[in-house]
């Protein structure tokens, strides 16, 4: 059965005595589907907002004011590794094999998790890296400083040391700190958008790509954080004021695309909420969306853990309270990409120059499957088997190797026997000649 899972982080002590809550849990797996429920939790965490990363095999925690990352195996429930650094981390993201963290000082830290390579930039941000968004091809970093960097992921990992690393694009049109980040996964240059926060009351849709605004938000109130529906039709904002935001950019007056009324520089003030936080919940500090982008997730200060239906745009539901501030939610994936390798453990950063080995495990054969090995794997005779069969009948017998050898063998001997009597006609006419003459 299809199951779909999101992981929720909480920082800060215990709000109550809750003796029904895992003593010193940090982190919590729940799966939503077929039914709700907690599935695995990690000890010894507190990961604030933006610090918490999850991969198929293993969740990164960055620690609360600290330089640490806390790694956790999920196959073996417990703590893996715990990985120092030489800054503050203040956010981190992951990229297949690749984690990035940004740093109190506002510096770029990558670190392969299958080789311990680890690359650091110089201080691009004149403030703390406060969010970053990923993709296979660029990297968003959002600061305090209000400037957004767009890198390229590709350059970021050259593994020639005396390179340079700089920005492609600075986009610096917020006025305050930026808050949250959220990019889609269109890799065509066009089309392909991410969405900023700030501490300015307004959301921008970004080309970020070709460093260009295309939608500046306003909101009443600072917005907390954000997300976008997995198809980039629609963002969801929370804000201070407890409110939740739905935007629809392709709606009848569309926000983007050939169909805007307005031109890009125009800014749009949204006002009207779809939904409000209970009081005692307090404003949704992260969010998250499912893999269909029909139910939002949000986590609350007060260790509330509430359902949106968006579909129905009904109230919310509560499904579990952690007795903590929750401050991070993030969606596993029930359809993920295959991939040819999974890391089993993790290898530490090793700042400096030296040969590396890439350790992993193959998740899949070296080679590709056969025609026998996918009948196999098939329920009842596969469809191409049965249009060959078909097709067989269908079509008149062709010799076999057999009968084509032997065809071969019988022209060989015809041959023979035609020059055998080729040469006796030829007898024969020359003796008829001789015995003409002597008549």
């Known amino acids: 059965m299809l199951t779909e899972s999101y ?35 990690f000890k010894k965490s507190s990961a604030p907002r933006n610090c918490l990363a999850v991969s198929s095999t293993h969740v990164f925690a960055a620690q609360e004011e600290k330089s640490t990352v806390h790694v956790y195996s999920r196959a073996k429930g417990n703590q893996e590794a715990l990985v120092t650094f030489q800054e503050r981390i203040q956010s981190i993201a992951l990229q297949d094999d690749v984690l990035f963290l940004g740093t109190q000082e506002g510096r770029l830290i990558i670190w392969e998790i299958c080789t311990g390579r680890q ?32 890198w390229s992921v590709p350059r970021l990992l050259e593994l020639d040391s005396t390179i340079e ?95 805007s009324a307005e031109e890009s520089s125009t800014a749009v003030q949204v006002s009207s909420a779809f939904g409000a936080t209970p009081q005692e919940a307090g404003p949704a500090s992260c969010m998250a969306l499912s893999y269909d982008g029909t139910i939002l997730i949000s986590g609350h200060p007060r260790g509330q853990i509430l359902r949106w239906d968006l579909s129905s745009r009904a109230g919310s539901t509560e499904l579990a309270n952690v007795n903590a501030s929750v401050t991070n939610v993030t969606f596993i994936s029930p ?37 026998f090995s996918k009948m196999l794997k098939s329920n009842g005779i596969p469809q191409d088997a049965l249009e060959q069969a078909i097709l067989a009948f269908q079509s008149p017998a062709e010799d076999t190797v057999g009968d084509q050898a032997l065809r071969k063998e019988n022209e060989e001997l015809w041959e023979v026997i035609n020059e055998q009597r080729a040469l006796q006609q030829k007898t024969l006419q020359k003796y008829l000649g001789v015995k003409t003459t002597k008549a």
């Open 7 to 41: 992981f929720v982080s909480v920082a800060g002590s215990p709000l109550s005595n809750n003796t029904a809550i895992v003593k010193d849990a940090g982190i919590y797996e729940h799966t939503l589907h077929p039914s709700h429920s907690t599935t695995a939790t």
């Open 119 to 150: 690359v650091t930039t110089s201080a691009c941000h004149v403030q703390a890296v406060t969010c970053i968004a990923a993709t296979p091809f660029h990297l968003i970093t959002g600061s305090d400083d209000a400037n957004i960097h767009v």
């Open 165 to 259: 690393h700089e920005p492609l694009e600075t986009l610096s049109n917020h006025r305050a700190a930026i808050t949250s980040l959220a990019v889609g996964q269109s890799v065509n240059p066009d089309t392909n958008i991410c969405v900023s926060a700030s501490k300015d009351k307004s959301c921008i849709i970004w080309n970020y790509q070709l460093g260009i605004a295309l939608r500046t938000l306003l909101f009443p109130s600072s917005p907390l954080c954000l997300c976008l529906d997995p198809c980039a039709r629609a963002i969801y904002v929370s804000s201070e004021d407890g409110s939740l935001y739905a935007i629809d950019l392709f709606a009848d007056k569309a926000l983007l695309g050939p169909q």
């Open 335 to 371: 359809l993920p990409s295959p991939r040819p390798t999974k890391p089993v453990a993790v290898v530490k950063p090793f700042l400096g120059s030296r040969s590396y080995n890439f350790t992993s495990q193959l998740d899949s054969d070296m080679v590709g499957d056969t025609r």
